[in-house]
């Protein structure tokens, strides 16, 4: 093959895995992702709370027997993002597998799994939310999210959310914006990595 060919397949791959990368991301990042891990993936402190739930033992320290484990908040934080990112992976993986090899390209495996590690990893370090308040303070975007938040509205009574609340991470905030920007431009890191990969590993049919 020669380096102008070489070229415009290594471009064309990357194109097409920065395309599914984007295409799938926000059903990964959103519709599969479970409701309970998305509210509490960015849960930190070492205050206990109830394994099953979430919810802080200073509310309720009379449970016990499999309802009574607890953990600390961090380490519940830990176990819900890294639910989220399993199955955005495997979304990922599937959804990358099928649209290669219905036009006949085969991704080495090696390449696949980098590619994903690399998405994988990052998004659970931005999904626990302080890492990526740090980053925003670092690029100058702390005004930015102190400005841009929403008000959710009250649930009422038995709700857990009984009276309105300011949420500054959830949808149309600008952490949320923030959050979703960089889990694109990774993305097509991801995808350069990917194709530089299965390029350097020679037959791809």
Not at 101 to 118: D, Q
Not at 181 to 194: E, F, N, P, W, Y
Request: contains cysteine.
């Amino acid at each position: 093959m020669t380096d102008r060919l070489r070229a415009i397949e290594g471009l064309a791959l990357v194109a097409a895995l920065t395309a599914v990368f984007d295409g799938v991301h926000a059903l990964g990042d959103q519709f599969v992702q479970n409701s309970h891990d998305a509210m509490t993936k960015g849960m930190h402190g070492s205050h206990l709370v109830y394994k099953n739930d979430g919810s802080p033992v200073e509310e309720n320290p009379w449970r016990h027997g499999k309802e009574g484990r607890t953990c600390t908040a961090s380490a519940y934080g830990r176990r819900s993002v890294s639910r989220h990112v399993a199955s955005y992976s495997a979304v990922q993986l599937a959804s990358t597998l099928a649209v290669t090899r219905t036009l006949g390209y085969r991704v080495p495996a090696s390449a696949l799994l980098t590619g994903a590690a690399i998405n994988a990893i990052t998004h659970g370090i931005l999904d626990r939310r302080e890492p990526l308040l740090w980053l925003a303070e670092k690029t100058g975007k702390s005004g930015y999210i102190k400005y841009a938040t929403v008000v959710r509205k009250a649930g009422g009574e038995s709700t857990e959310y009984p009276k309105a609340i300011q949420d500054v991470s959830g949808p149309g905030t600008a952490l949320m914006e923030l959050d979703q920007a960089a889990h694109r431009a990774i993305g097509v890191a991801a995808a350069m990595v990917t194709a530089w990969i299965t390029l350097r590993k020679g037959d791809r049919r």
